[in-house]
């Protein structure tokens, strides 16, 4: 089995929403997190992660800020909460780009 590398200091994280994002009354408890990860990582976070609605955004839109992701130099992809519509966004992911970067 590969595994990743583990991360390290200044490492990339991606975030992004393929289902929910994080809405005005998570967002404090969001901020504190994200805050805490900045204390050792860098973030690239896509503008989806801060939505309002049930769904993040529409199903293009997630999928290419997911893929969109898969070409920054990342160590980790994180997909910040839900997982309700998740399930919309399976056949767009570059399972490819996904396999060749072999990150978290």
């Known amino acids: 089995m590969l595994y990743p590398k583990f991360l390290k200091k ?3 994280i991606g975030i992004t929403a393929l289902s929910s994002g994080v809405g005005i009354n998570d967002l ?7 805050n805490h ?4 990582y860098r973030l690239i976070i896509t503008p ?8 993040s955004s529409d199903i293009k839109t997630r999928i290419e800020e997911f893929n969109n992701l898969l070409n920054e130099d990342i160590s980790m ?4 909460r839900g997982g309700d519509f998740l399930y919309e966004t399976l056949d767009g992911l570059d399972y490819q780009k996904i396999k060749k970067k072999n990150i978290w």
């Open 10 to 12: 200044d490492d990339i």
């Open 28 to 34: 404090p408890e969001t901020k504190i997190s994200l």
């Open 37 to 40: 990860l900045k204390k050792n």
């Open 48 to 55: 989806n992660v801060y939505s309002e609605g049930y769904v």
């Open 77 to 80: 992809l994180y997909n910040i």
